[in-house]
């Protein structure tokens, strides 16, 4: 268990995920809890992080600083998002480990998993079969973080973890119109057709994959209670173990945002992975489930995105 004063770094603190771990710690009531901006301190130059780490010791590291984007992104720069998340992680990583760190907890993604992995998928399917292509540049990157936290412990006899959750939402998202993740990018789509008074929005593919959602705050309360709860080199699925068409949470998000004209697909845009839902019965025996129903975190995100402009304007 964290003690209350130990001095907690959340890399990534300014993003999604790092932000919502904050948050929870600080509900929590943990006093002692260390921040760096990306203009304070780059992840990707080793000396910087060598530095930071040598001065500040951190008891305890939350991972959760990343490159990030949606299927746009991560398929047009496939070189940036391996080197530099690849460059940050092993950075932090090794850092915690030279600088005495008790434990850390890596960030992944379900994005990991194999394209056509045995659905649910269990942690164990890791490694089994070919990577989604358009985003295996990401997805290889956070495998090497992940295997790494496993061969430190395995070799040194350090306590490092490692989570992977599946598709993330929530206060903190980024909303740009075609780098951002599935859900925020279709809030902005319809919030903008409402205002504009558009008569029909079309969305990419044609609707039929699969995907499970699970709201940021959720996760944040899940990567707090791994820290104080589990041990161990296999990870750990982060999800509700619920899933929906894009088709259906398409229909979902022009819902609450009120938008009421007509949807289209457009067939020749990439699908990305037929189906990806997580097997969470792991998290589950482990005492942790998920609170936030979909609808509810939507409209809190669309909340979210209407009084954070500067969110909206990327």
């Known amino acids: 268990m964290m003690d209350k004063n130990a001095k907690i770094y959340v890399a990534g603190h ?16 943990y006093t002692n809890i260390i921040t760096r901006t990306h203009k304070e301190l780059d992840l990707c130059r080793q000396d910087a992080v ?14 959760a600083a990343a490159k990030v984007g949606g299927i746009v992104a991560n398929d047009e720069a496939q070189a940036d998002f ?6 940050l992680e092993m950075n932090v990583i090794h850092s915690a480990w030279k600088n005495g760190c ?12 194999p394209r056509l992995a045995p659905q649910p998928m269990k942690e164990d399917c890791l490694l089994t079969s070919a990577l989604e292509k358009t985003n295996e540049a990401y997805a ?13 412990n395995r070799q040194y006899g350090t306590d490092y973890i490692s989570v992977m959750p599946t598709n993330l939402y929530g206060p903190n998202d980024n909303y740009h119109p075609t780098h951002s993740h599935v859900l925020p990018a279709l809030i902005r789509r319809f919030h903008e057709a409402k205002e504009q008074n558009l008569p029909y929005v079309t969305c990419w593919g044609d609707g039929s994959p699969l995907r499970e959602f699970l709201y940021v705050d959720d996760l944040a309360n899940l990567c707090v209670f791994l820290m104080n709860h589990y041990s161990g080199n296999e990870t750990v699925n982060a999800g509700t173990g619920k899933e929906l068409t894009i088709k259906e949470l398409t229909e979902l998000v022009a819902k609450v945002i009120g938008y009421t004209g007509e949807i289209r697909w457009d067939p020749t845009k990439p699908n990305g992975t037929p189906r990806k839902l997580l097997d969470v019965s792991k998290a589950t ?11 509810e975190g939507i409209r809190l995100t669309y909340q979210d995105f209407l009084t954070n402009p500067m969110r909206a304007e990327r």
């Open 14 to 29: 300014r993003g999604m995920v790092g932000s919502a771990i904050v948050r929870e710690l600080n509900r929590q009531g």
């Open 50 to 63: 060598e530095e930071f780490f040598a001065a500040e010791k951190p008891d305890y590291v939350f991972l």
């Open 82 to 87: 391996m080197y530099d998340n690849m460059i």
């Open 102 to 113: 008790k434990k850390l907890e890596f960030l992944g993604s379900s994005c990991i998993y």
């Open 140 to 152: 290889l990157a956070k495998i090497s973080g992940l295997k790494y936290c496993e061969y430190l």
């Open 285 to 295: 025996a482990l005492g942790w489930t998920y609170k936030t129903e979909l609808e």
